[in-house]
């Protein structure tokens, strides 16, 4: 079966079914479903292999991931990955957690195979010689998670992620505001948990609210470390325990609603608990959070990656901020009298 059979069928030219099965060019609404009608009835597949000859291109896209076990990169990856289906493009996942060797090997060996078009990199705070070897290699490159110098990134404000979370708290009435924040290995790339931190710390200032140590407890971004990090916090004697916890993702705050539950506390009545993210079971859980996007970012993601693959497409490299949104539930209520 040949392309040319195809064109015969639908009545257009072989050019037309090439731009028509590729997604790349113009084609008519039309003149698009004749040729796959046509298609269809003939069982004609394209060659991925003759149309990479042909254009230099794999049609294929290199997501680089630090975890595939936790929600937020998992629904990053979901909205890339369908996206890119939609414009006909393929897939290769790099999930770099390990002990380390996987970025160097990824990175020096893997994306220069010529096996990818272009690459998404999420939350990695990518090195100037990374950055300079796909370049080189003339492969597009979009950073999901934080400003990378020289490349097209995506990111949400977190100070101000953070300020929003904790000033609804505030906004509540609540004086003691504990936080959950991130540890010194989730602090490796775009310092996260530093920048949530600085929000907690920027809205209780503008409070006239003192910052407390004591208060404070680090942890992984998972249900299990929040969960140890709210025992810490919610353990402590009435007088020093916080009346609200702030924690930097939602993970970490069903950990500690799960924590509060069996310290013999009642959410919200003792404690109001507030996240970051909307996780797809926040609603389920009744948790306060701030949402946002992922899904929407993986594909925004592909949207800038596919004006760059095209020619004459943008490629000037820029930060593009990202919207948040508070989302109120039922873990957070005026604290008690």
């Known amino acids: 079966m040949s392309i040319a059979e195809v064109a015969r069928l639908a009545g257009v030219s072989t050019a037309t079914v090439s731009r028509a099965l590729s997604g790349r060019g113009h084609v008519s609404a039309t003149a698009r479903e004749r040729v796959v009608a046509a298609a269809q009835e003939l069982g004609y597949v394209v060659s991925q292999a003759a149309s990479s000859l042909a254009s230099g291109r794999t049609r294929n ?13 998992t629904s990053v990856l979901e909205g890339a990955q369908q996206h890119l289906m939609r414009s006909g493009y ?3 996942l790099y999930n770099l957690a390990g002990d380390g060797d996987e970025r160097r090997t990824v990175f020096e060996h893997f994306l220069p195979r010529q096996r990818v078009d272009a690459v998404i990199a999420v939350s990695l705070e990518l090195t100037e010689t990374e950055v300079t070897r796909l370049h ?12 990378i110098p020289g490349v097209r990134t995506l990111a949400i404000d977190d100070v101000a992620v953070a300020r929003l979370a904790t ?7 609540h004086t003691r505001i504990g936080l959950i924040g991130g540890d010194v290995a989730s602090d490796a790339d775009f310092h996260l948990p530093t920048k949530r931190r600085q929000g907690w710390e920027h809205a209780l200032r503008d409070a006239d609210l003192p910052i407390e140590e004591r208060v404070v407890a680090n942890a992984d971004f998972t249900v299990q470390g929040g969960y140890r990090a709210a025992k810490q916090l919610l353990g402590a004697p009435l007088r020093d325990r916080p009346t609200a916890v702030f924690a930097a993702s939602d993970e970490m705050a069903f950990g500690a609603m799960l924590a509060a539950r069996d310290l013999g506390l009642h959410v919200p009545q003792d404690v109001s608990i507030v996240g970051v993210d909307d996780h797809d079971t926040s609603d ?21 990656l596919m004006s760059q693959l095209e020619p004459g497409g943008d490629v000037a490299a820029s930060d593009t901020p990202l919207p948040f949104e508070l989302r109120v539930r039922s873990s957070t209520s005026r604290p008690r009298d």
Not at 62 to 71: D, E, H, K, T
């Open 61 to 73: 896209v290199g997501i680089v991931l630090p975890f595939l076990s936790r929600w937020y990169f």
């Open 136 to 147: 080189t290699l003339g492969k597009p490159l979009v950073g999901v998670g934080g400003p």
């Open 284 to 304: 389920f859980f009744g948790l306060t959070t701030v949402a946002q996007f992922p899904r929407e970012q993986g594909a925004l993601a592909v949207d800038i």
């Open 90 to 92: 393929d897939v290769t």
């Open 167 to 173: 000033e609804h708290l505030i906004g509540l009435g």
